[in-house]
């Protein structure tokens, strides 16, 4: 997900300011991707810089809200109405991981799927735990996040024993020996008769 994108669907609830919008984001997420401030502010810039949002006069406090604008309705209507992208999604570190591993000298690879497998179902268990601790309306968002957490956890685990199969089934190409010339020849021979 864009920043961007989260931040101008926080701006159609209601004016914000930038520690408000931190604040709201992670709490929409359930903390599953934290946001620097640094990184709000500077993606507010950027979004009144290309018209989707103007920020407004500071209050008394001295905090400057914003709001979103009609390009940016626009903007982030068509991100909801548009489908993500395979090729959008970020390189998969674990399966590249797992290729290089192979072609690694010295590396045990069934060692490396087996510490990710670990990590992996002990995620998977701490997700499903913070699953059931609320049933809350308010926090089907995060329940929502958790479940794609679930599933993602409970695809890599199916895909490393996938790939735990697939090592046992690999067997390296032996290295032929040099041919003799006289075995070439019989073989010659009898191929010929």
Not at 51 to 73: H, K, M
Request: proline fraction near 6%; hydrophobic fraction near 40%; glycine fraction near 4%.
């Amino acid at each position: 997900m864009s920043i961007r994108h989260g931040l101008l669907a926080l701006l159609e609830r209601g004016q914000m300011y930038g520690y408000q919008l931190r604040s709201a984001f992670e709490e929409s997420t359930g903390s599953t991707w934290p946001l620097n401030i640094g990184q709000v502010y500077t993606t507010l810039a950027r979004l009144e810089r290309d018209g989707l949002v103007r920020s407004l006069p500071e209050s008394e406090a001295g905090q400057r809200p914003y709001e979103i604008t009609d390009a940016g309705r626009a903007d982030l209507a068509l991100w909801f109405a548009t489908p993500i992208s395979r090729a959008d999604r970020p390189r998969d570190e674990l399966s590249i991981k797992l290729a290089l591993a192979l072609t690694t000298p010295g590396v045990d690879v069934r060692a490396v799927v087996q510490t990710q497998r670990s990590a992996t179902m002990r995620a998977l268990q701490e997700f499903t735990r913070l699953k059931f601790a609320s049933d809350k309306p308010e926090d089907l968002p995060w329940r929502l996040v958790l479940d794609a957490m679930i599933f993602q956890a409970e695809a890599e685990v199916r895909w490393l024993d996938h790939c735990e199969t697939s090592l046992v089934r690999h067997r390296p190409a032996p290295s032929r020996p040099a041919t003799q010339p006289e075995a070439v020849d019989r073989a010659d021979e009898e191929a010929r008769r």
